[in-house]
């Protein structure tokens, strides 16, 4: 039986009409390879489905561009023209933009103010008085943050001085500091905050050894912490 005659139509059912143009994409594509190997033919065919999705084939010997050049002289149509028209439009706009920003900058600074009329410059000196007062809104916004800063550092740093001259004060009180009488001897002893502490014992001995026994001299320890 020989497939039944299929009407042309768009497929309604998205399926359907998503699988219809894969299949057909590769039957045309197979085609283009085909022409250009058996014809010696310089192809290019470009194609987007409904979903925007870009498929291309271009003979190997040749390119898109090439292509394009080809077919401006044989039809003497440029297809370049209305795209560098609208280029060059854009262009003209963006000049212009610039330009009106340059002398608006400019006004701002006293400059080309002779030919504004009363208004524009009562517009200017308007725009100047607000753009003045922001400015001024944001240094006093900053000097207010930064002086709260200081103050914070201020109060830390006499919290901090507070603290030390209590734990200072309080050594008054505790009996591991000071100096301390042992026994009745020539003896120092530091106490330490820890509670611990050593001591290293010296005998001084007269050179004289008949000064030993008797003599106002006599043996003394010396002890140092």
């Known amino acids: 039986m020989g497939r039944g005659k299929i009407e042309i139509k768009r497929i309604e059912n998205t ?3 998503q699988v219809t143009y894969s299949k057909r994409r590769g039957g045309i594509m ?7 190997v058996l014809c010696d033919a310089e192809v290019s065919l470009v194609m987007f489905s409904s979903t925007g999705k870009f498929h291309e084939y271009v003979s190997p010997t040749t390119t898109t561009k090439k292509i394009f050049d080809r077919y401006q002289q044989t039809s003497g149509v440029n297809l370049w023209q ?5 280029m060059q439009e ?3 706009k963006l000049k212009e933009t ?5 002398r608006e900058i400019r006004q701002r600074m006293g400059e080309d103010l002779d030919d504004l009329s009363i208004e524009e410059l009562r517009g200017l000196e308007q725009n100047m008085d607000k753009s003045l007062k922001v400015v001024r809104d944001q240094k006093y916004h900053k000097i207010q943050t930064q002086t709260e800063t200081y103050r914070k550092k201020v109060r830390n740093s006499e919290e901090t001085h507070r603290n030390l001259l209590h734990q200072f004060d309080g050594r008054d009180d505790d009996p591991n500091y000071g100096l301390v009488d042992h026994e009745g001897d020539y003896e120092t002893e530091i106490g330490m905050a820890n509670g611990g502490s050593h001591s290293f014992a010296f005998r001084l001995q007269p050179i004289q050894p008949n000064l030993q026994d008797g003599g106002i001299y006599g043996f003394h320890d010396l002890r140092l912490a």
């Open 98 to 102: 610039n330009n009106n920003l340059r």
């Open 90 to 92: 854009s262009l003209n």
């Open 82 to 86: 209305p795209h560098y028209e609208k």
């Open 15 to 17: 399926t359907n009409r």
């Open 30 to 36: 197979k085609k283009a390879r085909e022409l250009s």
